[in-house]
């Protein structure tokens, strides 16, 4: 790489984490918020997420470092636990599963939209030792289609980013509008 910064390491840029709108490489870039997930990002299991599309053609993975990224920087500039929120976000969407392929027979309230925040929940606390607080985060990160009504405040930030980011990331697949990192181009 030449050291003027006229050239790209591509190969770095295809490591970086980043989210949707972002080319900042989160693990290396904003240490602030690698150090509330470092655990959590790399872990194995997580990793798995990788192999599941969530909306569009962005993978369950990458949606939720979108989610855990945005919502750790709303809550640190309202003033909020943004520890939590990172964390939760992470793993609100903790299933291993396609549920694109869900079958059409199953009833309205035993489909994934209904169900997958008590099987993310459970996936993470067989991982993770989470607080009151992430485990609000996760089981109602669905409301309103999730009856109970979420306690935190960072519960409805995770709420109003993961809607958010399921429009952006189903808009860039249908629209490209080259918001996501890996979708820009690296020339000299």
């Not at 470092?38 to 990788?50: G, H, P, R, S």
């Not at 606390?125 to 607080?131: A, H």
Request: with cysteine; aromatic share 12%; net charge positive.
């Amino acid at each position: 790489m030449n050291t003027n910064n006229t050239f790209i390491n591509v190969e770095k840029i295809n490591n970086k984490i980043c989210a949707i709108f972002s080319n900042k490489d989160l693990i290396n870039e904003n240490t602030d918020y690698y150090n509330c997930v470092k655990d959590i990002i790399e872990n194995e299991v997580v990793l798995k997420m990788k192999n599941y599309i969530q909306h569009g053609n962005t993978t369950c993975y990458q949606h939720c470092i979108n989610v855990s990224y945005y919502s750790f920087l709303i809550c640190k500039k309202l003033g909020l636990n943004k520890q939590n929120a990172a964390r939760a976000g992470l793993l609100h969407d903790l299933f291993l599963y396609d549920w694109h392929t869900e079958k059409k027979t199953k009833k309205l309230f035993e489909k994934h939209g209904f169900t997958h925040p008590q099987i993310a929940l459970s996936n993470a606390t067989k991982i993770f030792n989470l607080n009151e607080v992430e485990e609000d985060i996760i089981l109602k990160h669905m409301w309103p289609l999730t009856m109970a009504l979420p306690k935190y405040k960072e519960s409805f930030i995770i709420i109003l980013v993961d809607k958010i980011s399921c429009i952006l990331e189903f808009m860039n697949y249908h629209f490209p509008l080259n918001i996501s990192s890996t979708s820009k181009k690296y020339n000299k």
